[in-house]
């Protein structure tokens, strides 16, 4: 999926990472991207064009309606000047969206490029990205809130991730992993995927 910017308008996105994996011989390449507020009308156009019972026919409609709007919402949260923002792409098209604070998980969201076909990896390298850059500061906790009525089960990615759960209600489990638990997860993602951070380039997301 390629959109097209029909106002030539400004940009301000920054590609500040490439990551690859190989699962069972099968080479992914991501590319990792910086949001910032100059990105408003590609996430504009990018909500008007994903459609997750396009790209995931077979599961039922609740469960994409759900997946829906965590995308949306998703889209809306990368703009906050207060969190961080990331996008990553597959072959230029974009299959991931996450914000963050320095303490605390926002919003994650990845969807297929392919129809019926998820990225291998694609939110794995995001949670990455973000262990990196929760390392970076002081606190000792990072926390978050897995919705369970989505289409996969998150709660079980993200103890496999290092979380674990503390509570919850209404199709949110609260989740939290400490600064030792991140190291060493880290340990583990570095075996699988490779991630090369480049010299911060700000590029155009509608010329992907």
């Known amino acids: 999926m390629k959109i097209t910017d029909n106002n030539q ?3 301000g996105a920054i590609h500040i990472a490439n990551a690859r994996n190989i699962t069972k011989n099968i080479q992914t ?3 990792i991207y910086k949001i910032t507020k100059s990105d408003r009308e590609f996430l504009d156009e990018l909500r008007s064009t994903i459609k997750m019972e396009e790209l995931m026919p077979n599961i039922p409609q609740y469960k994409l309606d759900v997946w829906q709007e965590l995308f949306n919402i998703a889209t809306y949260g990368v703009l906050d000047t207060n969190k961080t923002g990331l996008m990553i792409t597959n072959n230029k098209k974009p299959c991931g969206l996450m914000a963050f604070s320095p303490s605390h998980l926002d919003i994650i969201c990845t969807w ?5 076909k998820k ?7 995001l949670m990455k990205t973000m262990f990196e850059e929760f390392l970076k500061g002081k ?3 990072l926390e978050l809130n897995a919705v369970t009525n989505g289409p996969f089960c998150n709660v079980a990615k993200f103890m496999r991730l ?4 503390r509570g919850g209600e209404n199709y949110i489990t609260a989740m939290r992993t400490s600064r030792a ?6 340990k583990h993602l570095n075996e699988k995927i490779t991630t090369r951070e480049i010299e ?4 155009n997301l509608f010329n992907l």
């Open 9 to 11: 308008t400004t940009f």
């Open 29 to 31: 390449d991501l590319q």
């Open 112 to 116: 297929p490029v392919e129809t019926g």
């Open 119 to 125: 990225v291998p990896y694609a939110g794995t390298v």
């Open 139 to 141: 606190n000792n906790f």
């Open 162 to 165: 290092g979380f674990w759960q």
């Open 181 to 186: 638990k991140i190291i060493e997860t880290l």
């Open 200 to 203: 911060s380039e700000t590029v």
